[in-house]
T-cell receptor
Framework: KAGVTQTPRYLIKTRGQQVTLSCSPI?????VSWYQQTPGQGLQFLFE???????NKGNFPGRFSGRQFSNSRSEMNVSTLELGDSALYLC?????????????FGAGTRLSVL | EDQVTQSPEALRLQEGESSSLNCSYT??????LFWYRQDPGKGPEFLFT???AGEEKEKERLKATLTKKESFLHITAPKPEDSATYLC????????????FGRGTSLIVHP
């Protein structure tokens, strides 16, 4: 079974630009979550999509947005990039079960904002 | 608010020197506690899920245990390839399924 696939792996942008990141979940997984990881803040939750609907949202500004398609693939968009947006962006998919929600992560997209 | 604290922040071991990583948590009812391993520049890799106090799980040189307030990840006779950051996360009963992550413990095992 293929794992979570994130593209691109690396991105370099300049301040003020916007960026779109893509995530293909594990086949059959309907929940997709996005996280931002930085050395100073650790893993911070951005938002979660389930069946094309944003179900949970973290404490990030409106410049961060996302969507999910009918095939469960998800995209995340960051507009008006700031230097502080440089981070590893991780996507995780899960298949809700009685035992809880094990999240399986992709390799991430490393975003550098210059 | 759910909280997860991992200690130590960093740990250096000699190959074969066993040790334990700690994950203390505060949550209003535990649905599950998760351990992940993360290598530099990669996404976290799922290791274990623990659901109730007293539960233990093992995988190769790793053993995870759970009490009502904390979890330990015991590493027996570690090898250099065990070097990674180990993340702990908790999921609260009720509400959303979104886990709260700790900052992780960076483990380096010297040959």
């Amino acid at each position: 079974k293929a794992g979570v696939t994130q593209t691109p792996r690396y991105l370099i942008k300049t301040r003020g630009q916007q960026v779109t990141l893509s995530c293909s979940p594990i086949s059959g997984h309907r929940s997709v979550s996005w996280y931002q990881q930085t050395p100073g803040q650790g893993l911070q939750f951005l938002f979660e999509y389930f069946s094309e609907t944003q179900r949970n949202k973290g404490n990030f500004p409106g410049r961060f947005s996302g969507r999910q398609f009918s095939n469960s693939r998800s995209e995340m968009n960051v507009s008006t990039l700031e230097l502080g947006d440089s981070a590893l962006y991780l996507c995780a998919s899960s298949n809700l079960g009685q035992g809880g929600n094990i999240q399986y992560f992709g390799a991430g997209t490393r975003l550098s904002v210059l | 608010e759910d909280q997860v604290t991992q200690s130590p922040e960093a740990l250096r071991l000699q190959e074969g020197e066993s040790s334990s990583l700690n994950c203390s948590y505060t949550v209003s009812g535990l649905r599950g506690l998760f351990w992940y391993r993360q290598d530099p520049g990669k996404g976290p890799e799922f290791l274990f899920t623990l659901y109730s106090a007293g539960e233990e799980k093992e995988k190769e040189r790793l053993k995870a245990t759970l009490t009502k307030k904390e979890s330990f990840l015991h590493i027996t006779a570690p090898k250099p390839e065990d070097s990674a950051t180990y993340l702990c996360a908790v999921q609260a009963a009720g509400g959303s399924y979104i886990p709260t992550f700790g900052r992780g413990t960076s483990l380096i095992v010297h040959p």
